[in-house]
């Protein structure tokens, strides 16, 4: 169960990064359901995108990009 409700999800390679309505990016297994790591974004996460090795995570007034 997520701490807070979703707002964008991308998946690749059987890992969705989900982005959450408290600021959180939550990194979960597709197969398990298992919560593998969760990441301060700070501001609620209005979209998410996946290119190459790179997680892209657009909050309100920031786009920040993680190595995933």
């Not at 997520?2 to 969705?16: D, I, K, M, N, T």
């Not at 301060?40 to 190595?67: C, K, P, R, W």
């Amino acid at each position: 169960r997520l701490p807070a409700p979703a707002r964008a999800v991308a998946a690749s390679g059987g890992v969705a990064y989900v982005g959450l309505d408290n600021g959180k990016l939550v990194v979960v297994d597709l197969a398990s359901g298992e919560v593998l790591s969760d990441i301060t974004a700070g501001d609620a996460v209005h979209d998410v995108a996946i290119e190459g090795d790179t997680v892209f995570v657009l909050l309100a007034n920031a786009l920040q990009a993680y190595s995933s």
